[in-house]
């Protein structure tokens, strides 16, 4: 059902998120890209299940098998609420709505999280700035103009999510770490596709998990 108004969703909001350039990216930026995404994947991969949401979620499932924790699993039931909701938004054609729900369930995920790895915010943070790091040390002098825009963009997610850190909010300092290392981990695709707006195909494809 959940996957069903993903895919729709994702039809939707297609045009919007990401469009064809006619130059395209060069060849050569294109491999450099493909290298630059192994390096951030592996920055983001761990034993213990990594810093990507996809990773998280999975740390916080396989945790919540061997540990009775009610305020994430209160999370998690809010999170499934939120997702029903979306669907019976879009079943009646309010696709904003659907995607506010679909959004606030994803927070909810994130809060249950928070309340197991408390430091996941900066956990996930710091692999960001090591990916971030790593690739640009990678590229050296070479040109990749459209690498470096996005890496500058993901700098600046990482402003605000400290920012939203030192304000309190740890919630939406996690979403936009993981909104940043989403897009280091699909940076071949961004490059590719030429996405005009990376951070809504990377929160679409991170508010798939767990649906």
Request: with cysteine; charged share 25%; glycine share 6%.
């Amino acid at each position: 059902m959940h996957k069903r108004m993903t895919i729709a969703l994702a039809a939707l909001t297609f045009a919007a998120a990401c469009s064809q350039d006619p130059t395209g990216a060069s060849a050569n930026e294109l491999m450099l890209a493909q290298n630059a995404q192994v390096i951030a994947d592996n920055v983001a991969a761990t034993p213990a299940g990594g810093t990507t949401s996809e990773g998280w979620f999975r740390r916080l499932l396989d945790t919540l098998r061997t540990t009775d924790d009610a305020v994430a699993r209160a999370y998690l039931d809010s999170a499934h609420a939120s997702r029903d909701s979306a669907w019976a938004a879009f079943q009646r054609g309010d696709t904003a709505a659907a995607r506010a729900d679909r959004r606030a369930a994803f927070r909810y995920v994130l809060s249950a999280v928070i309340e197991l790895f408390p430091n996941a915010p900066e956990r996930t943070g710091l692999a960001v700035d090591n990916a971030i790091d790593r690739i640009e040390k990678f590229l050296g002098g070479r040109d990749a103009p459209r690498i470096r825009a996005i890496l500058a963009h993901v700098k600046e997610l990482r402003v605000q999510a400290d920012q939203a850190f030192v304000g309190g909010d740890k919630v939406t300092a996690l979403a936009l770490n993981l909104r940043g290392i989403e897009i280091l981990h699909r940076l071949f695709e961004h490059i590719r596709d030429n996405h005009r707006d990376h951070d809504e195909v990377a929160d679409g494809e991170m508010e798939d998990v767990g649906s």
